[in-house]
């Protein structure tokens, strides 16, 4: 049986094997990488783009449950298809199953829940894709801090501003009657809060009282998209 012994204060590795011999090497320290180097592509950004002809970009899609968020990721990815514009949508509900199936919905958990899937995304931008991130997101510190992970006009956020009562009648879950009567501690918009985005790209909003709807929503993305340049590289 091989004893593995490593100290993170010195950045050295020593091994046991069978016969006692000692190994020593140098590893990078858990929790505070040391040794490691970024590595450029031979291909660029620029080039990738050229050949999907589209600017790789997030689109942040901020709100609270039952707010529309899913509704227009899927519309706008829809329509971008229908354009040959490539995008992929990133559902909080569904990173949740995967990368972030260890998060709960603690302030740090989102926080860090927010994080992941803004490197992800970030990541897909650089891809050359517009990637649709549809989380709720709901503090303003973790949002500005994706923005601040790509150049500013790369992040568009767009809010979804759907009063809570609208939010809560649609219920589509049954989440907001479980957390009006104490059964989710917590949840966003009843005893969480959510801060609303002081200076988005996009609001999407009632006009006399009616929701815009899916494709009209998405209609909205695809013009600023559209109108900075985004849809042709
Ligand atoms: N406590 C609490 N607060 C808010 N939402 C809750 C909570 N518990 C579970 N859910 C369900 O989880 C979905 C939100 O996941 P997100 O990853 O988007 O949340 S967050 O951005 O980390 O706050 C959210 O999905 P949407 O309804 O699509 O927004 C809810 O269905
Ligand atoms: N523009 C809209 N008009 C009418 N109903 C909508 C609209 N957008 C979403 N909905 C409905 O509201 C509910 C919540 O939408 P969803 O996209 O799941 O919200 P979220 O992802 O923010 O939780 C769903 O039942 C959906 O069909």
Known sequence: MALDLASSESGHYVSLNQQGIKKCSVMSVIGNPTNIFWHESTVEKAERQKLINQQGCVVWITGLSGSG???LACSLNRELHSRGKLSYVLDGDNVRH???????????????????????????????????ASLISPY??????????LTDANFIEVFMNMPLEVCEKRDPKGLY???????????????????PPLNCEIKIEQNNGICPSPRDMAGQVVSYLDENGFLHA
């Open 98 to 132: 995967g990368l972030n199936k260890n998060l709960g919905f603690s302030p740090e958990d989102r926080t860090e829940n927010i994080r992941r899937v803004g490197e992800v995304a970030k990541l897909f931008a650089d891809a050359g894709l517009i990637c649709i």
């Open 140 to 149: 303003r510190k973790d949002r500005e801090s994706c923005r601040a992970m």
């Open 69 to 71: 968020k899913s509704t």
């Open 177 to 195: 009657k479980l957390a009006r009567a104490g059964k989710i501690k917590g949840f966003t918009g009843i005893d969480d809060p959510y801060e």
